[in-house]
């Protein structure tokens, strides 16, 4: 069974950068795809960015292009968000998420595994 652990968020003011993390256990993150999703109260659950272990990725939320970043460290069983130029509007739970195929896709639907996620707040 995987278990993924997010922490980093915060309150930070607009204009911030913060960084995210997410932390793998029970399977080696080399052979997992990892995600990053972000829900605010009453709207669905977003993708954010993704990064699949045989080295593709996808497309990120074009809310995020150029912004964020998702990376790994398989070393240390850890995914990151670094998010950059915050705005209010990201502020969301931030939520890690992890699957056995190789495709990362942008639909909450399909992933294996999801940590409880971290709050992060963006003030104005």
């Known amino acids: 069974q995987v278990q993924l652990v997010e922490s980093g968020g915060g309150l930070v003011q607009a204009g911030d950068s913060l960084r995210l993390s997410c932390a793998a256990s029970?399977?080696?993150?080399?052979?997992?795809?990892m995600g990053w999703f972000r829900q605010v109260p009453g709207k669905e659950r977003e993708f954010v960015d993704g990064n699949s272990w045989s080295g593709g990725r996808s497309d990120y939320a074009d809310s995020v292009k150029g912004r964020f970043t998702i990376s790994r460290d398989n070393a240390k069983n850890t995914v990151y968000l670094q998010m950059n130029s915050l705005k209010p509007e990201d502020t969301a739970v931030y939520y890690c998420?992890?699957?056995?195929?190789?495709?990362?896709?942008?639909?909450?639907?399909?992933?294996?595994?999801w940590g409880q996620g971290t709050q992060v707040t963006v003030s104005s």
């Open positions: 998420a992890g699957r056995y195929s190789s495709v990362v896709i942008t639909t909450r639907a399909g992933w294996d595994y």
């Open positions: 029970g399977r080696t993150l080399s052979s997992l795809t």
